[in-house]
């Protein structure tokens, strides 16, 4: 029997079946650095032939970041992200990619509210696979909007370069795993020490753990959520919409919606759904026995309710360390981070969150600078290939490379028009 040979080299996926499972983006970025390439390179010569695609052919040739832009749909579960599976498992000769995406979760949650639409990671991950010396590579649930949380170290996840302060999306031409795609800076534990994992760690979540695990490795019908909102309302709510819309923080039309099947749920209401109903995700869709029950016409959970006094020290020590290591966190951020009101923060401690507030939009105005810089190289870039190509740098021409509208800013149109003297 004659082996088949593969394009690419057929690298195993990490993590397949667990909390850390790899995403298809961050495989790709992988692959094209075990090549010693880009992605861009891999995407051109490889991908893009396969795919067939009208819109990233003329990526290919003419530039721009459009497809890009929307890279995240590549680890989602719709035609994008069977599309790259396909062409993947083709070039490694894999049967398991489509372990790396959310394919399994078709018809179970809409894409609304699913997937963030750039580039999340956990420093300390990054840095614990580089310390114990194991593959560098980012991870599936760090795609998830409801999932801003690292689900190993509990740590808020991070989504802006601390050197040039640039954003990413998903997948960009010169991706590399652990680093910044912009300035190449080394992404894992910057400011980072025991202290300040003591601060604000509390213990992982287990049950986002195992909702993750079940979420993205268990097969679900179109209609199980529906139908287990249908029981759960007739069982533990005596039938009533609004007792449970009460109790669930719904809308009646909304909570409708998803009983009668016309809406799906999305992630974020079907991980509260499951955490009140004191269910795992498996058991829900199961039908099993939930615990809360019903009492004197009023829903009350098993355990009595106590409210989590807040530990005032820990939150001083952390606002204190943001401000002296400058971290470009908003007050949002940080009342997220510290599970938190953020009305408490600005009235306990209105000197620090005013430090903090100077502090991040000081960072937003080094971050749009950056941001200026960028947006002229990508002007110079595309007007070198365009007359590369012996076709004259109109503003159409450009704006279809770097992005529609981008020259309406007048500074852009301005720096356009001064490369271009004879405009």
């Not at 909702?211 to 005596?238: A, G």
């Not at 939150?315 to 997220?336: G, H, M, N, R």
Request: charged share 25%.
């Amino acid at each position: 029997m004659s082996l088949q040979r593969s394009c690419l080299y057929s690298i195993e996926p990490i993590g397949i079946g667990s909390v850390d499972v790899e995403s298809l983006s961050s495989y790709i970025t992988r692959l094209a650095d075990a090549h010693c390439i880009t992605v861009g390179d891999i995407m051109t010569h490889l991908i893009a032939p396969e795919l067939r695609k009208k819109y990233i052919n003329n990526i290919v040739s003419i530039g721009g970041n459009g497809f890009y832009k929307s890279s995240s749909a590549i680890n989602g579960y719709g035609i994008t992200a069977e599309d790259f599976i396909e062409v993947i498992a083709s070039l490694t000769c894999r049967k398991d990619i489509r372990e790396t995406t959310l394919v399994n979760c078709r018809g179970l949650v809409p894409f609304r509210g699913l997937q963030k639409s750039g580039r999340y990671w956990c420093p300390s991950c990054f840095q614990a696979d580089l310390e114990s010396k194991q593959t560098v590579y980012e991870r599936l649930s760090w795609t998830l909007q409801p999932f801003y949380k690292c689900l190993i170290h509990d740590r808020v996840l991070e989504n802006t370069c601390p050197n040039c302060k640039s954003c990413m999306y998903i997948l960009e031409r010169k991706s590399i795993p652990g680093y910044c795609a912009k300035c190449y800076y080394w992404l894992g534990n910057h400011y980072l020490g025991e202290r300040r994992v003591d601060i604000y760690c509390r213990n992982t979540n287990d049950s986002m753990r195992v909702f993750f695990s079940e979420f993205t490795n268990l097969s679900f019908e179109r209609d199980c959520v529906s139908h287990s909102i249908s029981f759960y309302i007739e069982k533990n709510f005596e039938g009533s919409l609004t007792k449970a819309a009460d109790f669930f923080g719904y809308s009646k039309s909304t909570l409708w919606g998803w009983k009668e099947g016309t809406n799906l749920a999305p992630l974020k209401a079907l991980i509260d759904i499951t955490s009140k109903l004191q269910l795992n995700l498996s058991s829900f869709i199961k039908m099993e026995k939930s615990g809360i029950i019903l009492t004197d016409n009023r829903i009350n959970k098993s355990l009595p309710f106590e409210r989590v006094k807040k530990d005032h020290n820990k939150i001083k020590d952390f606002l204190k360390i943001v401000i002296t290591e400058k971290i470009p966190y908003s007050l949002s951020e940080i009342a997220k981070l510290m599970e938190c009101d953020r009305k408490l923060l600005t009235q306990r401690y209105p000197n620090e969150c005013r430090q903090i507030k100077t502090n991040y939009l000081n960072s937003v105005e080094v971050k749009k600078q950056n941001k200026g810089e960028i947006m002229k190289k990508n002007i110079d870039n595309a007007i070198y290939t365009l007359k590369k190509q012996g076709t004259y740098p109109t503003r159409r021409r450009i704006e279809q490379i770097i992005g529609s509208g981008v020259l309406r800013e007048k500074k852009y149109r301005n720096y356009w028009e001064e490369q271009n003297p004879s405009m």
